[in-house]
């Protein structure tokens, strides 16, 4: 449980906040590529960590995240003509480049211009793996590049996709590191009934947790006793600061292997009360499918996401369109799709869940050891320090699954595995 003081400190994002004021140490996804793929294209609005935004590519093909608000009269750039590398007002006429500064001031006459006095807030941005990147913290702090092993990968063997979860960061975040929760809430209760876990997943039900610490965050795994079997179905995953997980997605439901494929999510906030859940699958030996790139029947998909608006089919307003007669014989929730069932539970706590009403246990050691990882960081970040996971030790880091004897330590067995480097 978290007092209701701490509560508090560790969600709110907004800027000068404590988790704000750490999260923008980190480069965070923020566009598809796609959103924002012709030069002098639409602007297009972006909210992330509370800020208002607008991104555009300019003539030269650069992409610039500057603030929504024309410092002149602080009418929005959404309306802005997007031209000539760079975004003009519409209002009247001043116009600004990816760096944020004024490039042309055409309503004032040239005695009375003060454009080189004119800079609106503008951020630094980075596009790798078909995702346009932003940091939004102090200039001469930039880390690393975002080269999650994701990103290296060719576009035949990576799929990326988001979607809008309409409570906070923070809940989105322990629903992603909980794992054994999927031997529950994904389950299937009958052969051929959608994507969900039969097999390991539901039947290996109970397992111990281990966590080591890393300097990027930590990796843990879980270890569960197949009944009947003297293994356990060993899963390991990566926690890397402030809001990533890296997973394994490698093994069918009977234990067989599948394609050396890794996943993972990031849960960016958009502010307290909404998160962007980016989606990301790659493969390192066969191509991925279409299916497997546009995530079709985990709910990111595009019959369960809007693909303009990131906003899911299946929401509170209309009860994640649970059905309780596939619920009564199908799969445990009635909800179809594992990222849709896991949407509905976490949003179904409310905006900002309670967290000195809890009870927690030992599977919960990877979301306790995270939250103390976040109120150490932030207390790191207000001292001048440097935060875990603001460099590169996470570029090459892999979830791994396999079947393994029941007396085998999985994090030490399968590190050569998980450090790709």
């Known amino acids: 449980m978290l007092s209701t003081s701490d509560n508090e400190k560790i969600t709110r994002v907004g800027p000068g906040t404590p988790m704000g004021d750490l999260m923008r140490r980190y480069w965070q996804p923020v566009l598809l590529s796609r959103e924002v793929a012709e030069p002098d294209g639409d602007p297009i609005r972006v909210r992330i960590l509370g800020e208002d935004l607008v991104a555009f590519r300019d003539t030269s093909g650069r992409v610039g995240i ?80 975002p080269e999650f092993e994701f990103t290296q990968q060719p576009e035949t063997h990576r799929g990326v996709s988001k979607v809008i979860e309409e409570c906070n960061w923070l809940q989105a975040l322990e629903g992603g590191l909980d794992s054994v929760h999927s031997s529950f809430l994904h389950r299937k209760l009958a052969a051929g009934e959608g994507l969900g876990f039969d097999g390991l997943r539901a039947d290996a039900t109970a397992g111990r947790l281990d966590v080591e610490i890393e300097d990027y965050g930590y990796r843990y795994a879980s270890h569960r006793p197949i009944p009947g079997k003297e293994d356990n179905y060993v899963r390991s995953y990566h926690f890397v600061m402030p809001h990533v997980q890296i997973r394994a997605a490698q093994l069918n439901n009977d234990g067989s292997w599948l394609k050396f494929k890794i996943a993972g999510h990031h849960w960016v906030p958009i502010d307290d009360n909404t998160t962007l859940v980016w989606n990301w699958l790659y493969s390192l030996d066969d191509p991925l499918t279409k299916d497997e790139q546009e995530e079709r029947g985990f709910g990111n998909g595009p019959n369960d996401v809007d693909q303009e608006t ?86 090459h880091l892999r979830g791994i699954e396999e079947v393994l004897p029941q007396d085998a330590a999985g994090l030490e067995v399968l590190a050569d595995k998980m450090f790709a480097r």
Not at 94 to 118: Q, R, S, T, Y
Not at 367 to 386: E, P, S, Y
Request: a neutral charge; proline letters at 5%; glycine letters at 10%.
């Open 310 to 395: 990131f906003r899911a089919v299946g929401n509170k307003r209309n009860s994640w369109n649970i059905d309780r007669s596939k619920q009564r014989v199908a799969s445990f929730t009635g909800i179809d799709g594992v990222n849709a069932q896991d949407r509905a539970v976490q949003e179904s706590m409310g905006t900002i869940v309670n967290r000195s009403q809890e009870h927690l246990g030992q599977t919960d050691k990877a979301i306790i050891t995270m939250r103390k990882m976040l109120k150490n960081a932030m207390a790191v970040v207000q001292d001048g320090g440097v935060p875990p996971g603001a460099s590169d030790t996470y570029y």
């Open 66 to 145: 500057i603030s929504e608000w024309c410092p002149h009269r602080l009418t929005s750039m959404f309306l802005g003509r997007n031209e000539e590398d760079g975004l003009r007002c519409v209002y009247h006429g001043w116009k600004f480049d990816v760096l944020g500064v004024c490039v042309d001031m055409p309503n004032e006459p040239e005695a009375f211009d003060f454009k080189h006095k004119i800079k609106m807030v503008a951020y630094p941005t980075e596009e790798m793996g078909g995702v346009i990147w932003v940091f939004m913290g102090p200039a001469e702090l930039k880390p690393p590049r």
